[in-house]
């Protein structure tokens, strides 16, 4: 039976497999000799996983509001942790099993299954919290750093194996056995003492940010109680994260003497689930699942419900009952930028172009931080062929983002609208290079030289290239290494 777990581990197989990319964008440091995975190192091995993930993995979500979810969420929870300023990058994988995992360099996955089982915003906040702890307690850095001479590779390997073994063991067991981390022994589960110490600081951090702390020993203690229930979907979380009756009596513990009080989910937390659920199977099922939910009034959140609907209308390109069900959504007089973003997106598909900008508009003024509706934005305006506007907004986003992919996808796609290839192959460049692919950048850049422009253009381009060709050699150089 296919499961989108599978091509995940595959894929790191595969990697793991082929010594070359195993070295590509790392610095030339030889034999790492301190006694900790410098976090600067930690976070370039993360970085290079997470655009293998990006480019090659069909299970990765690039879903603008539930990413954006996840990282407020998450950032809420850092900034009360013990390292606010480590840096934290949520994604989420389409994937019914129940689980999270934790990459080198504060990169986090989590599975949609996840999402929907849990209960309550709190106890979704309980997982990202013990994630995040093992991260700022550098956990996963001791687990790829097992000597004191572990070459790059051999840690970039190692890296890749504990994600593999998050969706596969066995096949993760056998890609490090092949691999150049082959002869490190490395426990790919997370120990008791790591698991216990993630435990207490994540407790610690949900109560500080204002979550419900026993939204933690609810979702543990139900997760294994279902495990004979569930099977694999369950065992998923549970392999690297040995669960004992002793870690959940600690979790209940902590719970003796607080306060009872009641946390209330957020609206987004109800969005994003009905945004899932919207996006699953057939829109037609979509449709029947959010009308039976509105017609027997069960649901948590009716604007969620009523966001499912529009939704599951919007996939089946039915504009005028989408538009209906936002309507009726934004006059419970609840508001969110996930909701703001829909039904900005309905009337644009409706061919009310111009209504649909001035929402998203009234919108990034109320939601300014949050990039999925500066997102959304952009794609509106090259759809309705405003490219000047699109271009003018990605740079002025570029100003304080000038590492977002996605940013630089919309000045190329901007580009190409106004007919400006010089240009938009210099903007195609800085995409390949974001992605780890320096060739193709250089190719990127030549075919812009090709295209011409004036001195000040040119000169830009011969430095870039000069940059990217030098950082081109010293990948060759570690590839031969």
């Known amino acids: 039976m296919f499961s989108p777990r599978r091509p995940l581990a595959l894929l790191l197989a595969a990697l793991l497999a082929v010594p070359p990319v195993a070295a590509q964008n790392l610095p030339e440091l030889g034999e790492v000799a301190s006694e900790e995975l410098p976090v600067a190192l930690e976070k370039r091995i993360g970085l290079q996983i997470m655009q293998e993930i990006r480019q090659r993995e069909i299970s990765y979500l690039d879903d603008y509001d539930i990413e954006s979810y996840l990282n407020q969420l998450a950032g809420r929870l850092a900034g009360v942790s013990s390292d606010p300023g480590f840096g934290f990058e949520i994604f989420a994988l389409t994937d019914p099993s129940i689980n999270a995992f934790a990459m080198p360099g504060g990169y986090i996955g989590v599975h949609s299954g996840l999402i929907l089982v849990a209960q309550s915003e709190s106890e979704l906040a309980g997982v990202l919290a013990h994630e995040l702890s093992h991260?700022?307690?550098?956990?996963?850095?001791?687990?790829?750093?097992?000597?004191?001479?572990?070459?790059?590779?051999?840690?970039?390997?190692?890296?890749?194996?504990?994600?593999?073994?998050?969706?596969?063991?066995?096949?993760?067991?056998?890609?490090i056995a092949t691999s150049q981390a082959g002869a490190i022994s490395a426990q790919l589960a997370y120990s008791r003492d790591f698991e216990r110490e993630a435990d207490r600081i994540a407790f610690d951090m949900l109560g500080r940010a204002g979550f419900d702390e026993r939204g933690m020993a609810g979702f543990f203690g139900r997760l294994q109680q279902s495990v004979r229930l569930y099977e694999n979907n369950a065992v998923a979380y549970l392999r690297t994260h040995p669960l004992t009756g002793e870690r959940l009596a600690d979790m209940q513990n902590r719970e003796i003497g607080l306060n009872y009080r009641q946390v209330p989910d957020s609206l987004d937390f109800h969005l994003v689930r009905a945004r899932l659920r919207a996006q699953q199977g057939r829109p037609s099922d979509a449709v029947k699942e959010f009308s039976e939910q509105l017609t027997a009034r069960k649901f948590a959140s009716e604007a969620a419900a009523r966001y499912g609907l529009a939704l599951a209308y919007y996939r089946s390109r039915a504009w005028a009952e989408?538009?209906?069900?936002?309507?009726?959504?934004?006059?419970?007089?609840e508001t969110s930028p996930i909701l703001e973003h829909l039904a900005a997106d309905v009337r644009v598909a409706a061919g009310h172009g111009e209504e649909g900008l001035r929402i998203y508009r009234a919108a990034i003024s109320r939601f300014p931080r949050n990039m999925a509706l500066v997102y959304g934005y952009g794609t509106a305006l090259t759809e309705l062929r405003r490219f000047g506007d699109a271009l003018n907004l990605a740079d002025e986003q570029l100003r304080v983002r000038a590492d977002d992919l996605r940013l630089h996808r919309l000045r190329a796609a901007s580009y190409a609208g106004m007919g400006r290839p010089g240009a938009q192959h210099r903007a195609l460049a800085e995409v390949f290079a974001l992605q780890g692919q320096t060739a193709g950048a250089i190719e990127q850049l030549e075919l812009a030289r090709k295209a011409g422009g004036d001195f000040y253009e040119m000169s830009a381009i011969d430095s870039r290239l000069r940059e990217l060709k030098l950082r081109r050699l010293e990948e060759l150089k570690e590839k031969n290494n």
């Not at 004191?148 to 890609?175: D, F, H, T, W």
């Open 135 to 175: 991260v700022t307690q550098r956990h996963i850095a001791r687990q790829i750093f097992q000597s004191k001479r572990i070459g790059i590779a051999s840690m970039l390997a190692m890296g890749l194996g504990l994600l593999a073994a998050r969706s596969n063991s066995q096949v993760a067991g056998a890609a």
């Open 322 to 333: 989408a538009q209906r069900e936002v309507d009726a959504a934004r006059a419970l007089g």
